[in-house]
């Protein structure tokens, strides 16, 4: 598997680099998380699919939950190449970062999603339909970091689509918007622009808007 496929480019490479130098990593390779649970990591490479666990000395080192990896990051790893196994011990800078507050006492971030360049905002042009939520999404992408897009569905089932069009525009904070029908299959070639070779996108809205 090539790694510009996942994302990978000049920027990563030249801190992969940095990295492996200044530490000493012999034998590293960059791998690129795609699933997380509790600190076990699924990542993907040129050599295919790892299990990965973080390093003793990265673990040892790092406090805050938001420099361990999460899915979407690029990670510093060595390993078997024809196995399965290895071991992170640097995560490379994001360039975008999507996450939340960690429940306790101690105000602290729990990283979600990183390095995410289009995040498509979902929502229904049905009952689903909320304004304040789909301008809470926009400010939440342009903050990450990401250039979100808006993506009116469900167009069929609504009678004033300009309308709601229209009021959405004035909330967009700037962002793209696209109306369209995932049943009927309108506008759906627009959102083709988006999802180019090498490029991450996600999709976030509530249950039922036709994010799948």
């Known amino acids: 598997m090539q ?12 801190r992969f680099t940095e990295i492996t130098e200044q530490e000493h990593i012999a034998g590293a390779m960059p791998l690129r998380i795609i699933r997380e649970n509790r600190e076990q990591y699924i990542a993907l490479g040129e ?4 299990r990965c ?3 003793g000395k990265f673990r040892y080192t790092r406090m805050e ?23 992170i011990h640097a995560v490379l800078d994001r ?39 789909i301008e809470r999404y926009a400010t939440l992408a342009w903050d990450s970091g990401a ?20 009021q959405v525009e004035e909330v967009a904070c ?15 070639g ?5 999802i180019t070779t090498g490029r991450t996108v996600a999709f976030v809205g509530s249950s039922g808007v036709g994010k799948s």
């Not at 050599?47 to 790892?50: A, D, K, L, S, T």
């Not at 627009?190 to 988006?194: D, G, T």
């Open 95 to 133: 360039f975008s970062a999507f996450s939340r507050k960690v429940p306790g006492e101690v105000t602290e971030e729990q990283v979600i999603a990183a390095n995410i360049n289009t995040l498509f905002i979902v929502t229904g042009l049905d009952e689903n339909f909320n304004v304040r939520r």
């Open 190 to 194: 627009r959102l083709r622009e988006y």
């Open 65 to 87: 939950q938001s420099s361990f990896p999460a899915v979407g990051d690029w990670v510093v790893a060595t390993g078997d190449a024809e196995g399965d196994h290895a071991i």
């Open 53 to 55: 666990e973080v390093s």
């Open 174 to 188: 700037g962002a793209d918007t696209a109306v369209v029908s995932a049943v009927e299959g309108e506008g759906l």
């Open 147 to 166: 250039v979100p897009v808006l993506i009116l569905n469900k167009a069929d089932l609504c009678p004033d689509v300009a309308e709601r069009l229209e």
């Open 47 to 50: 050599h295919g699919e790892f």
């Open 3 to 14: 790694l510009t496929m996942l994302g990978w480019d000049e920027r990563f490479a030249a």
